[in-house]
């Protein structure tokens, strides 16, 4: 079982940056891939970004790529979004996702496993 809590969401202005975090519960963290996926009202979740167990590959939508950066910190059970150049279409609901697994992490939500409650994102323009 892996809990999670997303942190880092707030209001900030066209342009800016915001770094999301998302903390792990739990011994196994190292085993999971993490994505990042974010959602308005009335739309299906979508895919952000991901990163494989090693950190060693990460993986991002074309509407982020250049802008956001994954990273994950194993030793704190931890995974960030950083998140630069904002734009009010980045405006959504950001959920950390958990994957039990090695291989590359999916883009589509429902391969994830376990989930945080979300942080809110809103870029004013």
């Known amino acids: 079982q892996v809990q999670l809590v997303e942190s880092g969401g707030g209001l900030v202005q066209a342009g800016g940056s915001l770094r999301l975090s998302c903390a792990a519960s739990?011994?196994?963290?190292?085993?999971?891939?993490m994505g990042w996926f974010r959602q308005t009202p009335g739309k299906e979740r979508e895919f952000v970004s991901a990163?494989?167990?090693?950190?060693?590959?990460?993986y991002y939508a074309d509407f982020v790529k250049g802008r956001f950066t994954i990273s994950r910190d194993n030793a704190k059970n931890t995974v960030y979004l950083q998140m630069n150049s904002l734009k009010p279409a980045d405006t959504a609901v950001y959920y950390c996702?958990?994957?039990?697994?090695?291989?590359?992490?999916?883009?589509?939500?429902?391969?994830?496993?376990?989930w945080g409650q979300g942080t809110q994102v809103t870029v004013s323009s």
């Open positions: 990163i494989r167990w090693s950190g060693g590959s990460s």
């Open positions: 739990g011994r196994t963290f190292s085993l999971y891939a």
């Open positions: 996702a958990a994957r039990r697994g090695v291989g590359v992490p999916p883009a589509l939500f429902p391969e994830y496993d376990y």
